[in-house]
């Protein structure tokens, strides 16, 4: 359960710059790449996001900076309304949100409203060696059209949920750092991604 009923309730208790920071940039697609559990709240997901944004498509993340108790700043994908966040997935055509999951395992679990594109980055994901599978899990589906990824102007965008297992896997250390190393099965995640989306 989220301690923040929504960005408001957050701002009151929390200091932006201090515990959190917004990061965002306009690119020249019709899709947002969005990370909103950033930083300390789902290590690796901004990273993953940035890079697979690249100066194409639009960026967002919501950071948690706090030294330790990000969780704290963890408001769910249907409740999230900070509103450059939310102008940027609003602006968009389709939004593609970048989130961590549990689990020790290798999984990309793919959610959204966006059918074809979920059944294609799937299908990238399978052939390019990633565990990936169309989530019909509560809480991993995407299917609330006040989640984040489907508050696109099409109504329809993609969730990718990358267990633990996976993240720590991309990095030589998904632990506190401000520039994780990256390694080459990240670099291939995120190519694979970026093909999906042309």
């Known amino acids: 359960m989220d301690k923040y009923a929504n960005y408001d309730d957050l701002k009151l208790h929390e200091i932006k710059g201090e515990d959190y920071v917004i990061l965002s940039r306009a690119g020249t697609s019709l899709i947002a790449v969005i990370a909103l559990h950033g930083g300390g709240i789902e290590?690796?997901?901004?990273?993953?996001?940035?890079?697979?944004a690249g100066a194409e498509h639009s960026f967002y993340a919501f950071k948690g900076i706090k030294k330790k108790g990000n969780a704290v700043l963890h408001i769910s994908s249907t409740r999230f309304d900070e509103p450059e966040g939310i102008t940027i997935a609003e602006k968009a055509e389709i939004v593609v949100s970048i989130h961590g999951c549990r689990g020790k395992y290798d999984k990309v679990f793919v959610g959204g409203r966006n059918q074809n594109l979920k059944e294609k980055i799937c299908y990238m994901l399978e052939k390019a060696g990633f565990n990936s599978e169309?989530?019909?899990?509560?809480?991993l589906h995407g299917q609330h059209p006040e989640n984040i990824c489907n508050r696109c102007q099409s109504g329809g965008g993609v969730q990718l949920e990358i267990s633990r297992g996976l993240r720590e896997k991309m990095f030589d250390n998904l632990g506190?750092?401000?520039l994780r190393k990256r390694n080459k099965l990240f670099f291939r995640f995120v190519e694979t991604l970026r093909e999906a989306l042309r």
Do not use: M
Request: aromatic share 0%.
């Open 43 to 52: 290590p690796g997901t901004v990273d993953i996001a940035d890079i697979l």
């Open 176 to 178: 506190r750092r401000r």
């Open 134 to 139: 169309i989530s019909e899990k509560e809480g």
